[in-house]
């Protein structure tokens, strides 16, 4: 049988179906693995994701909601690289649910465009590297960076399978709203993305999901 075809990834990549067998209880089970084909405009995909990293670091906080720290000067940044990483003793809340979940917008920025998992790591590092020496005015934390790298690529991807179960560009009408509004809640990058590219309200009959696994493409002996 051949495998659907997500909608997410109908641009960038190419889904295969691999089946694991489960000898004991005799059933097939089969997942779509996405395999990044990479094409012309890969460097539109790079540079889109890197935008969006930094609009959700530095610009929404400094511009947006306009915090203190984040008002920084060039004379912060070279003070930020001459000092040393330190251990902040910032509260529970701001180092292990504020910076993880920074980090998941780092990560959905790469993940929404395209890129795979693997690949949207490197721009959760490079994202938190970036508001660490960049973003604020306080000294880079090496806790804050352990923090919004690995947490950010372990709540991120949860994210963004999440709100993939959500979205069907199949959908219209209020239940095609509430679709998005929910999609959005969970994953604001790829909220965003699909704001600015149309997607949040074009209808397709193919190509409309955006989860990659199939209980349609299961079958039991």
Same mark, same amino acid.
Not at 142 to 151: I, R, Y
């Given at each position: 049988?051949?495998? %659907?075809?997500?909608?997410?990834?109908? %641009?960038?990549?190419?889904?295969?179906?691999?089946?694991?067998?489960?000898? %004991?209880?005799?059933?097939?089970?089969?997942?779509?693995?996405?395999?990044? @084909?990479?094409?012309?405009?890969?460097?539109?995909?790079? /540079?889109?994701?890197?935008?969006? /990293?930094?609009?959700?670091?530095?610009?929404? @906080?400094?511009?947006?909601?306009?915090?203190?720290?984040?008002?920084?000067?060039?004379?912060?940044?070279?003070?930020?690289?001459?000092?040393?990483?330190?251990?902040?003793?910032?509260?529970?809340?701001?180092?292990?649910?504020?910076?993880?979940?920074?980090?998941?917008?780092?990560?959905?920025?790469?993940?929404?465009?395209?890129?795979?998992?693997?690949?949207?790591?490197?721009?959760?590092?490079?994202?938190?590297?970036?508001?660490?020496?960049?973003?604020? %005015?306080?000294?880079?934390?090496?806790?804050?960076?352990?923090?919004?790298?690995?947490?950010?690529?372990?709540?991120?991807?949860?994210?963004?399978?999440?709100?993939?179960?959500?979205?069907?560009?199949?959908?219209?009408?209020?239940?095609?709203?509430?679709?998005?509004?929910?999609?959005?809640?969970?994953?604001?990058?790829?909220?965003?993305?699909?704001?600015?590219?149309?997607?949040?309200?074009? @209808?397709?009959?193919?190509?409309?999901?955006?989860?990659?696994?199939?209980?349609?493409?299961?079958?039991?002996?």
């Amino acid at each position: 049988m051949r495998p %659907k075809q997500s909608g997410l990834t109908r %641009k960038y990549v190419t889904i295969t179906s691999k089946c694991a067998y489960l000898n %004991k209880q005799r059933v097939i089970v089969c997942f779509a693995f996405p395999t990044i @084909t990479i094409r012309n405009n890969a460097g539109e995909m790079h /540079s889109r994701a890197w935008w969006e /990293s930094m609009f959700s670091c530095i610009v929404l @906080t400094r511009f947006v909601l306009r915090r203190d720290f984040a008002k920084t000067t060039l004379n912060t940044t070279w003070n930020n690289f001459r000092h040393a990483f330190v251990w902040d003793n910032d509260n529970f809340k701001t180092n292990l649910f504020a910076h993880p979940y920074h980090g998941n917008l780092y990560f959905n920025s790469a993940r929404s465009n395209g890129f795979s998992f693997w690949q949207s790591v490197p721009f959760t590092i490079g994202g938190s590297m970036m508001w660490e020496f960049f973003g604020e %005015k306080e000294p880079p934390a090496l806790n804050d960076m352990l923090a919004t790298s690995f947490g950010g690529v372990a709540i991120g991807e949860v994210f963004h399978r999440v709100s993939a179960l959500i979205l069907n560009d199949r959908a219209h009408g209020t239940n095609r709203l509430f679709r998005e509004m929910a999609a959005t809640i969970i994953n604001p990058m790829q909220g965003l993305k699909r704001i600015l590219n149309g997607d949040a309200w074009r @209808t397709r009959n193919k190509n409309f999901l955006y989860h990659d696994f199939f209980r349609d493409s299961c079958r039991a002996f």
